[in-house]
């Protein structure tokens, strides 16, 4: 499931914005689809535009029904009625999302017999001083067994003590929910860590959902502004 608004608030119109001769959501379908990693794949959107834009090219659009706060809850909404175990999202603004990442989080719940998981999701180590610092470059801090403590837009941890080595993880826009975490997000309530980081897998985290993060060192490049959409172009050139 990509889930996918076409009024952004950070960059409104992101997903139609032309990435090498296709739009960018148009790229993100397809390069989901090319992982031939699920039985089908649906853009999830309440708008015209982008329902018009995968269907021209054939492929497969789930109309949202009602105004949602999440992605979480608009896909939620799409699968209320499928017949699934496993639910992955993939951001819209994700046009390099390839293969290998999404099979490492769908291989969390192959080794979960107890179904411990409630979700999976990925992240990778980043340097530059000026992503870490970055408040749209979402950071994750895990315990030993890689679960999620916390997710911020703040630079997590705090770099108190310069004698300890520290590392930064940047959260990506994948996730993998089993379908009943997904289905109780929709009935609780935002709280306040929610709200104040504007960051949705955080309610699960405040209601006890267990989310397993997975290391990739795909970089990509996740499209939240026009700058980013030049890195974007750049890098497409290039591959």
């Avoid at 520290?166 to 009943?180: L, M, V």
């Avoid at 700058?227 to 890098?235: G, Q, V, Y």
Wanted: with cysteine; proline share 4%; aromatic share 8%.
């Amino acid at each position: 499931m990509i889930p996918a608004r076409y009024s952004a608030s950070r960059f409104p119109g992101k997903l139609m914005q032309d990435l090498g001769g296709k739009s960018v959501i148009l790229r993100t379908y397809e390069a989901t689809v090319e992982t031939n990693l699920f039985s089908a794949v649906y853009v999830v959107t309440d708008s015209e535009i982008i329902s018009d834009e995968i269907k021209n090219h054939g492929g497969n659009v789930i109309m949202s029904q009602k105004v949602h706060e999440s992605g979480s809850d608009r896909i939620a909404e799409a699968v209320h009625k499928v017949d699934c175990d496993i639910v992955v999202n993939v951001q819209g603004d994700e046009p390099f999302t390839e293969r290998l990442s999404l099979q490492k989080v769908l291989s969390v719940f192959e080794d979960d017999p107890n179904e411990e998981i409630d979700l999976a999701s990925l992240m990778v180590h980043i340097t530059d001083a000026d992503e870490i610092q970055n408040p749209n470059s979402v950071k994750v801090i895990v315990d030993q067994r890689n679960f999620a403590l916390y997710f911020s837009r703040s630079p997590i941890p705090f770099h108190r003590d310069k004698s300890i080595e520290t590392k930064y993880f940047k959260h990506k826009g994948i996730y993998a929910f089993r379908k009943k975490a997904l289905l109780d997000f929709t009935q609780l309530p935002m709280q306040m860590l929610e709200a104040s980081e504007k960051i949705e897998c955080i309610r699960y985290l405040e209601f006890g959902k267990k989310i397993k993060m997975v290391e990739t060192d795909v970089q990509g490049i996740e499209i939240d502004t026009p700058e980013d959409l030049e890195r974007a172009k750049h890098l497409w050139k290039n591959n």
